[in-house]
């Protein structure tokens, strides 16, 4: 089992940054790769960025590429994503995922673990 825990979300003003951590624990060794997906109020929750856990690149959304950098640190088993120029459109819950499975993947149901979730908001 694998525990992931995000932190870092918050209210900040259009334009503005956040950086989210996510910080997993337990059987970290089985994590191939892990990914943030958010929902926003009343749709799906959607893909924004994958990074293999013990290298390769990393993936993002269209919405969100140039403005969101998803990063890992293994030696402390977290994963970061740095957003920059925020938009009222960002505002949603975002999870931190992890993977057992040995494709990267944007598709939420190809990942086995997630987090409790962490609010962004983003006002106009």
């Known amino acids: 089992q694998v525990k992931l825990v995000e932190s870092g979300g918050g209210l900040v003003q259009a334009g503005g940054s956040l950086r989210l951590t996510c910080v997993a624990s337990g059987r970290t060794s089985s994590i191939t790769h892990m990914g943030w997906f958010r929902q926003a109020p009343g749709k799906e929750r959607e893909f924004v960025a994958t990074?293999?856990?013990?290298?390769?690149?990393?993936y993002y959304a269209d919405s969100v590429k140039g403005r969101f950098a998803i990063s890992r640190d293994n030696q402390k088993d977290t994963v970061y994503l740095q957003m920059v120029s925020l938009e009222p459109g960002d505002t949603a819950v975002f999870y931190c995922?992890?993977?057992?499975?040995?494709?990267?993947?944007?598709?939420?149901?190809?990942?086995?673990?997630w987090g409790q979730g962490t609010q962004v908001t983003v006002s106009a």
């Open positions: 990074i293999g856990w013990s290298g390769g690149r990393a």
């Open positions: 995922a992890a993977a057992e499975r040995p494709l990267i993947s944007d598709s939420a149901e190809l990942y086995d673990y």
